[in-house]
């Protein structure tokens, strides 16, 4: 039987205390009060399902042992003073690794501190750390090759090749991955990686009409397949000492294109 990968999200308050009773909200209990932080913890386990029960591995456990061994590990780091991501999910996946998953193995941990913040480890190399970012910008663009005639333009774009153009929300995931620094335990500082993104991508695509304001679509269809490589030729090499992983753009809600740099 060929292996399926299970993923499970964990939210929880952070600073909470086990001992409050348990409740049925959002941050998945113990309930809150007022208004305080909450993280997400998502594991991923490999493994092939159960002939009887079909699980790959009952997620009450997976529950369980996120609650019991992780997140007192959060909290006892963020008790400290303020604590980075790098950090978070390296505990995370420390107090987890021993405790291997009944009929699987552990593929990786993410810690989201926002919904558009994640830090991720893979069980095999715990000493690398994946930072992702979620960016937004909006444009316009037509889709139309020259070389084609209109008939066939028709055809392959439809009304995606109006002359006046359409617009999009575009939502761009940025992933970058490297080994955090020793003394500090940070791979990339926040505002660095918002500060790369803001200059070399979203200042230069932001509102405008990508076919005539860009020159790197000059001579190029602006499609989404052919955004993300820009966008990668855009931000390969910027985040130094980390090292660009992936670029994920959303034209719509349905439709993305993933690029992880040419071979």
Known sequence: MIPMLLTREVRFIVGSSSGLPEAHAWGGGPATTGVQPYLVVRARIEGEPDALTGYVCNISWVDGVVREHAVPAVNGLVAHGPCGGERLVRAVAGELLSHVP???????????????????????KLDMVEVKQVFEFSAAHRLHCPALSEEENRQAFGKCGNPSGHGHNYVVEVTVAGEPDGRTGVLLPVSQFEQVVKERVIDRLDHRYLNTDCPEFAA????????????????????????????CVWETPRTCAEYEGPE
């Open 220 to 247: 190029m269809n602006p499609s989404v397949e052919n955004i993300v490589r820009v966008i990668w030729g855009l931000l390969h090499g910027r985040f130094g000492p980390a090292e660009l992983k992936r670029v």
């Open 102 to 124: 009944p009929g699987g193995r552990w593929v990786d941990w993410r810690v989201g501190l926002t919904p558009c913040l994640w830090y991720g480890v893979k069980a095999e």
